[in-house]
């Protein structure tokens, strides 16, 4: 997958208040990879559906902070779910603004949050700047 998020700041203690996750044992997931939450603590990679469907309808989980291999035979994944981390904008309409709430919108994809998004559990975080399309900008996880 692209567009894996890139850790500027982790917080709390112990940083960045890694979780863990159970996850299917014959999936891949790289460092980075914004995360849906499925069931019960488990996870899987947030993906783009259809261009109508911005994400599988899943709530956002957080960050994988290690890689899984489909092959590893690992059910379990570390998360982080607070930190500072460079994240890219969709090209859509949605483009967020400095202070505004960001949700999942896609694979690796981020948004300018709607109120849909919040009673959804789709939200990511808090922008640190104002975004264009398809740019990478700072934002806040675990901050709503």
Not at 23 to 29: F, H, K, L, R, T
Not at 45 to 66: E, R, Y
Not at 107 to 122: C, E, H, P, Q, S
Request: charged residues 20%; glycine residues 14%.
């Amino acid at each position: 997958m692209a567009d894996e998020a890139v850790i500027l700041n982790l917080w709390g203690q112990p940083k960045g208040e890694p979780l863990r996750y159970s996850c299917a044992s014959g999936i891949g997931i790289e460092k980075g990879t914004l995360l849906h939450l499925m069931d019960a603590s488990t996870v899987t990679a947030a993906k783009l559906l259809s261009v109508s469907t911005a994400h599988d309808g899943k709530p956002f989980a957080g960050i994988a902070a290690t890689e899984k291999s489909s092959t590893d035979g690992a059910t379990t994944i570390g998360v982080w779910t607070k930190g500072t981390f460079d994240l890219k904008c969709s090209g859509s309409a949605q483009i967020p603004n400095a202070g505004e709430l960001v949700a999942v919108s896609g694979g690796n994809l981020i948004k300018r949050a709607l109120l849909g998004d919040v009673t959804g559990g789709f939200i990511v975080g808090r922008a640190r700047e104002t975004a264009s399309a398809q740019e990478t900008i700072a934002v806040d996880v675990g901050v709503f």
